[in-house]
T-cell receptor, first 115, second 112 residues
Framework: NAGVTQTPKFQVLKTGQSMTLQCAQDMNHNSMYWYRQDPGMGLRLIYYSASEGTTDKGEVPNGYNVSRLNKREFSLRLESAAPSQTSVYFC??????????????FGEGSWLTVV | RKEVEQDPGPFNVPEGATVAFNCTYSNSASQSFFWYRQDCRKEPKLLMSVYSSGNEDGRFTAQLNRASQYISLLIRDSKLSDSATYLCVVNEPSGSARQLTFGSGTQLTVLP
């Protein structure tokens, strides 16, 4: 029962380096998300993809790009990492149910430190 | 004003106690509501959806008060394993992928 899988789990970057966080889900969900979570700030939406082939900005998109490669995969790229991007990143996917609305499921998180 | 607000706590309660958390939301047209649990250094996990009529799952009871725009979570007979942060999640009217709003979480510690 994989659910949402994201890699890497831990990464240390130097300022200015680039990297891509990978995410895949096996639940056949249409919607996928990238969030960041900082102490005292809660979860903040970076980008989301309502369906294959579409992506949209969330609350804090600056410094990030995304690719919805296919229905399963949604990657997040940091082109030039900054210390302010030190955070925990969660990928998620959701299904829209008539009875309960959008029920969202998270990956295990990626701990990113930019020095 | 935040769209979804929670008392951050921490709530420190003894084992066996009953504890309740509230979460207020600002958009009266919000359609669906959830409680998630997040353990330290882990991902949030769905605890329960919140239905209009209220719902119960074992020791957990969720309520929705649309008139006052809040949802609540009641935990009876607290266990040590209930120690976690509890997040409320509100789905805005259209139900679209964009419109899931998270509270900042309420931290619960159950003490032996």
């Amino acid at each position: 029962n994989a659910g949402v899988t994201q890699t890497p789990k831990f990464q240390v970057l130097k300022t200015g380096q680039s990297m891509t966080l990978q995410c895949a889900q096996d639940m056949n969900h249409n919607s996928m998300y990238w969030y960041r979570q900082d102490p005292g700030m809660g979860l903040r939406l970076i980008y989301y993809s309502a369906s294959e082939g579409t992506t949209d900005k969330g609350e804090v998109p600056n410094g990030y790009n995304v690719s919805r490669l296919n229905k399963r995969e949604f990657s997040l790229r940091l082109e030039s990492a900054a210390p302010s991007q030190t955070s925990v990143y969660f990928c998620a996917s959701s299904e829209l149910l008539r009875t309960t609305g959008n029920t969202i499921y998270f990956g295990e998180g990626s701990w990113l430190t930019v020095v | 004003r935040k769209e979804v607000e929670q008392d951050p706590g921490p709530f420190n309660v003894p084992e066996g106690a009953t504890v309740a958390f509230n979460c207020t939301y600002s958009n009266s047209a919000s359609q669906s509501f959830f409680w998630y649990r997040q353990d330290c250094r882990k991902e949030p996990k769905l605890l329960m959806s919140v239905y209009s009529s209220g719902n119960e799952d074992g020791r957990f009871t969720a309520q929705l008060n649309r008139a006052s725009q809040y949802i609540s979570l009641l935990i009876r007979d607290s266990k040590l394993s209930d120690s976690a942060t509890y997040l409320c999640v509100v789905n805005e009217p259209s139900g679209s992928a964009r419109q899931l709003t998270f509270g900042s979480g309420t931290q619960l510690t159950v003490l032996p």
